[in-house]
């Protein structure tokens, strides 16, 4: 079965400094790798998504993850870190299921926090 | 830009009680998905459709069920809700896409209690 691993709990990092939350998965087959980004109360937002291509994918926001498939990892970056960037981020992976349809599987989150 | 409603933000219930959670999205999209979210767990998939009248176990479906009668709402059904099924419970919805490319876009939850 497919999974991911969100191996940090929470990411603290200084305003202006560049910021990385981490990403693992175990797939079989080309992975389809999403990262998305919840404030509180609200719901998920999708950031970006790689599929197939270059391996330095960019989203929204100023966001960009490097797919890595020796290392079997998909690591959110952004260069300059803002307070507003606080907040709760997931990785999640596609998967197949036994009747040929398609899932979704969520990482357990991480939550930044960016300090003035 | 989508838009995916809940019936309500937070919801009180009793044990016992059949409760219902709606979703409505306004994109026609044709995949549905419910999931709860707890705190060190992330999101976990209960549901999902991804026709009207179709529907399809997720990974915890126990203890719920879902209706899809139209293709722009997913209804969850807690048939019989108990205290271990109160959590944050997020819709959301996709394009059909490629193999599952297209991304999904969310409600913005509902908390709900049972006491």
């Known amino acids: 079965a497919q999974s991911v691993a969100q191996p940090e709990d929470q990411v603290n990092v200084a305003e202006g400094n560049p910021l990385t939350v981490k990403c693992t998965y175990s797939?079989?087959?080309?992975?389809?790798l999403f990262w998305y980004v919840q404030y509180p109360n609200r719901g998920l937002q999708f950031l970006l998504k790689?599929?197939?291509?270059?391996?330095l994918v960019k989203g929204s926001y100023g966001f960009e993850a490097e797919f890595n498939k020796s290392q079997t990892s998909f690591h959110l970056k952004k260069p300059s870190a803002l307070v507003s960037d606080s907040a709760l981020y997931f990785c999640?992976?596609?998967?197949?299921?036994?009747?040929?349809?398609?899932?979704?599987?969520f990482g357990t989150g991480t939550r930044l926090k960016v300090l003035a | 830009d989508v838009k995916v409603t809940q019936s309500s933000r937070y919801l009180v219930k009793r044990t016992g009680e059949k409760v219902f959670l709606e979703c409505v999205q306004d994109?026609?999209?044709?995949?549905m998905f419910w999931y709860r979210q707890d705190p060190g767990l992330g999101l976990r998939l209960i549901y999902f459709?991804?026709?009207?009248?179709?529907?399809e176990k997720g990974d915890i479906p126990e203890g719920y069920s879902v209706s899809r009668e139209k293709k722009e709402r997913f209804s969850l059904i807690l048939e019989s809700a108990s205290t271990n099924q109160t959590s944050m419970y997020l819709c959301?919805?996709?394009?059909?896409?490629?193999?599952?490319?297209?991304?999904?876009?969310f409600g913005d939850g509902t908390r709900l209690s049972i006491l």
């Open positions: 959301a919805s996709s394009l059909k896409g490629t193999r599952g490319s297209q991304p999904q876009h």
């Open positions: 797939v079989s087959g080309n992975p389809y």
């Open positions: 790689y599929i197939t291509g270059d391996n």
């Open positions: 999640a992976v596609r998967d197949i299921t036994t009747s040929g349809t398609y899932k979704y599987i």
């Open positions: 994109m026609d999209h044709e995949n």
């Open positions: 459709s991804y026709d009207v009248k179709m529907k």
